[in-house]
């Protein structure tokens, strides 16, 4: 498979991440139900923290997709989690 080299944007950051052409519109539309998920979250409660919504968001998405325990869901989503985790270092390194 052909690695492809883009850009997404997750809680205001951009993260580049090398993925498989085959993955790329999953990808995206993974970080767009994360910013979605996050906005909702900033609308209908007083949370401000990004840590703490992306915590939320990341609780939220996971019981949706019934990934809690479950080994049938196989999807990957190895670089959301890649990118998430980089965007919770940063923020603890602002701390």
Known sequence: MTKKSISI???????????????????????????KSIKLLQENYAVKDMQDLLAMTALQLASKSGTSGSTANTTDFSGVE???DTLLKEIDDME
């Open 9 to 35: 944007v997750v809680a205001g950051r951009s993260y580049p991440l090398s993925v498989n052409e085959s993955e790329e519109q999953k990808i995206k539309q993974a970080a767009e139900d994360i910013n």
């Open 82 to 84: 890649s990118a998430l």
